[in-house]
């Protein structure tokens, strides 16, 4: 018999799409290649002998074709659940955006807006006169500059202080920070000669005094954000370096990475890193940090210092091949307004508020969403609480473990939780979370309350998909 006869019409195909609510909108075109990769599909399937008359019967196909056409025919760019307790999951988009600020996104896309205007003058103003001020308020600068992302306001900054010209870095400080971004790479890029300095457990104030030339442009401090050097270690603090900078002329300028305004140990929290003010106060001429890392804004990068070299950077013809989109620029304004007023920033920036919950909150929030999908789940799986630990993560305080309770899904066997893993990353939306010990683990640290529905929806439509029996 020949299979291939069996396969249903592209126009029966179509004409089914159709009837279908989520379907009968699309473009038809899409839809018929959509239909074709399915027919595809089934075609390679005869060929390889895994599908037989029973598997072409419609009551069969049709339901897969729907299923095949409704997944491919979504956007690709997704809404999914962070179950994962990484606060900074540079994967699924770091920080989350507090309310003030996605409403001033929305209004800055929908809206003109004051943008490059200046509302005094009539006259053209400067974007980055939106974000300067409330900036230099928090941090204590004499001048703030925006662009792009952290990466950039690194490569602009040396390329505008020490470009052709000799930057000395400690070679303790010479890190990969991922996604391919390596110190000394930028460096070569940025036209900057580096110059290391020192072993990797060990610097000393000396070795930065004795490479200094004519030559010399700047000193560079860089955090080292996703590893830590212990034992046997000493690097030169930034006071240090900002002494001997003064002493020969030279600008410093530190890449703090994550870089963060609250201090966090005040609040009993084990992450001690020094604010951005503290650094300011310590005398670093430049100060760059990400904007959607603990800052908890949109994805940005953040350059201030003294008005001298941050004028420089401005000027700098590159700056405008960096430059932040207004969308970005009303997140940002929002979130630096929240800023002065600490408290309202604990609780109003999403990213501070998961990285500053306490351990009662916390096990109030797994204790509620084990309700949820017990009633959602309805016998298919065990569920327990467990103790474990969430992470700040965006390569920010690798050592530190925020203690949390977490919700543990057991799946009844055959199913096992790594299949019920992969299962999560087909539903709608997609759940995304960890297998330890033959149990799926939520971690309710980054999961919001209003987020426990769509997650019980998600474990059932998994459960569904890998036929696991529902109790009656
Ligand atoms: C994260 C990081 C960067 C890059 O910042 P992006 O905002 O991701 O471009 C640069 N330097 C250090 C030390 C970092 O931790």
Excluded: W
């Excluded at 988009?93 to 809206?111: F, I, Q, T, Y």
């Amino acid at each position: 018999m020949n299979l291939f006869r069996l396969l249903p019409s592209i126009d029966k195909l179509l004409g089914r799409m159709a009837e279908d609510p989520e379907l009968r909108g699309l473009p038809r075109a899409l839809l018929r290649d959509l239909a074709n990769d399915f027919l595809d599909v089934v075609r390679e399937e005869i060929r390889a002998g895994t599908a037989g008359a029973d598997d072409l019967d419609e009551a069969r196909l049709l339901p897969r074709a729907l299923a095949f056409v409704r997944v491919r025919s979504k956007p690709r760019f997704r809404r999914v659940l962070n179950a994962t307790g990484v606060v900074i999951h540079t994967n699924l988009g770091r920080s989350n955006l507090p309310d003030s600020a996605v409403e001033a996104v929305a209004r800055a896309a929908r809206d003109y807006s004051n943008l490059e205007f200046d509302l005094s003058t009539g006259k053209r103003g400067s974007r980055y006169s939106h974000v300067e001020e409330l900036l230099c308020r928090i941090t204590g600068a004499e001048a703030a500059l925006v662009v792009n992302n952290n990466a950039s306001a690194v490569l602009l900054t040396l390329q505008t202080l020490a470009r052709d010209r000799e930057a000395i870095v400690s070679r303790g400080e010479l890190v990969e920070i991922g996604g391919s971004f390596r110190i000394p790479d930028v460096m070569a890029r940025s036209g900057a000669r580096l110059v290391e300095v020192g072993a990797t457990n060990r610097t000393h104030p000396r070795d930065y005094e004795n490479a200094i030339t004519g030559e010399t442009g700047l000193l560079l401090k860089v955090h080292a954000s996703n590893f830590r050097i212990v034992g046997f270690s000493k690097e030169v603090s930034l006071e240090e370096l900002v002494g001997i900078g003064r002493a020969h002329s030279i600008p410093v300028m530190e890449d703090l990475g994550s870089g963060n305004f609250v201090d966090f140990t005040a609040l009993g929290i084990p992450l001690d890193e020094p604010t951005v003010q503290r650094r300011v106060a310590a005398g670093a001429d430049v100060v760059t940090f990400s904007g959607d890392k603990v800052l908890g804004g949109p994805q940005a990068g953040l350059i201030v210092g003294r008005r001298e070299y941050v004028d420089r950077i401005k000027r700098n013809p590159v700056s405008r091949a960096m430059r932040i989109d207004k969308m970005t620029l009303a997140a940002l304004e929002a979130v630096l307004r929240l800023y002065l007023e600490p408290e309202r920033a604990l609780r109003e920036i999403p990213t501070l508020a998961m990285i500053t919950a306490g351990a009662d909150e916390l096990k109030n929030k797994a204790r509620s969403l084990r309700r949820r999908l017990s009633r959602d789940l309805a016998g298919r799986a065990r569920l327990s609480l467990k103790p474990g630990s969430s992470r700040v993560g965006g390569g920010s305080f690798p050592e530190c473990d925020l203690p949390t309770t977490l919700v543990a899904v057991e799946p009844q066997a055959p199913v096992t939780a790594e299949a019920l893993r992969e299962a999560l990353l087909a539903t709608e939306p997609p759940l995304v979370g960890r297998v330890e010990d033959d149990a799926f683990l939520l971690d309710p640290r980054t999961l919001r309350r209003d987020e426990f529905p769509l997650a019980g929806s998600s474990l059932d439509q998994a459960l569904e998909s890998l036929g696991a029996a529902k109790e009656s």
